[in-house]
């Protein structure tokens, strides 16, 4: 079992709907978490990180953890073709070294 | 400043040739790392440096070597590689881990490489 799973995707909507995308991980000691979009034969950008349970918003986009059931989602609201991407999810313990997940691939239709 | 730089955007290499990927950054971070990207993967970490010194080696193979000249340069180095080591080669920096600190990692572009 990888340490941090993500549904590959893709993941099709049409404009204006909501993306919701989730990840589950096993290790208890995961303590801060992270959401980069990649857009093609790009590096990763990071849009939204949060280090306790609960939701955390940044315009369009809503981060939430729930660390009791090991489960991170990302809401994006509105959504334009313009967030069509990779998104990845990006957990970490207390060092340095991230874990990721395999990456959702996203396609928001006009 | 909140960007990472790398140089250069592609390189082309044959298996016997040496070559030189660079990154830089201007944020003050201290922590600086390397990741191979396949396509349609996650990044898979290759290196740390902390405070200019390696702190994480994930068993890479040796034709890769890692040099932190100063807290804002990361170099890999390159020799004798395979045509399976063709992908994307990100940078990243971040503040080291320490305490509650989140410590987020910044990507640069990325090194598009080919191996012939």
């Known amino acids: 079992q990888k340490e941090v799973e993500q549904d590959p995707g893709p993941l099709s909507v049409p404009e204006g709907a909501i993306v919701s995308l989730n990840c589950t991980y096993s290790n208890s000691a995961f303590q801060y978490f992270m959401w980069y979009r990649q857009y093609s034969r790009k590096g990763p950008e990071l849009l939204m990180y949060?280090?306790?349970?609960g939701n955390k918003e940044d315009g369009r986009f809503t981060a939430q953890v729930d660390k009791s059931s090991k489960y991170i989602s990302l809401f994006i609201r509105d959504s334009q073709p313009s967030d069509s991407a990779t998104y990845l999810c990006?957990?970490?313990?207390?060092?340095?070294?991230?874990?990721f997940g395999g990456g959702t691939r996203v396609l928001v239709k006009p | 400043d909140t960007e990472v730089t790398q140089t250069p955007k592609h390189l082309v290499m044959g298996m016997t040739n040496k070559k030189s990927l660079k990154c830089e950054q201007h944020m003050g971070h201290r922590a600086m790392y390397w990741y191979k990207q396949k396509a349609k993967k996650p990044p898979e970490l290759m290196f740390v440096y902390s405070y200019e010194k390696l702190s994480i080696n994930e068993s890479v193979p040796s034709r890769f070597s890692p040099e932190c000249p100063n807290s804002s340069l990361l170099n890999l180095h390159l020799h004798a590689l395979q045509p399976e080591d063709s992908a994307l080669y990100l940078c990243?920096?971040?503040?080291?881990?320490?305490?509650?600190?989140?410590?987020?990692?910044?990507f640069g572009p990325g090194t598009r490489l080919t191996v012939l």
């Open positions: 949060t280090y306790s349970s």
């Open positions: 990243a920096s971040s503040q080291p881990a320490g305490g509650t600190r989140m410590n987020e990692q910044f």
């Open positions: 990006a957990i970490k313990a207390a060092g340095n070294k991230l874990t």
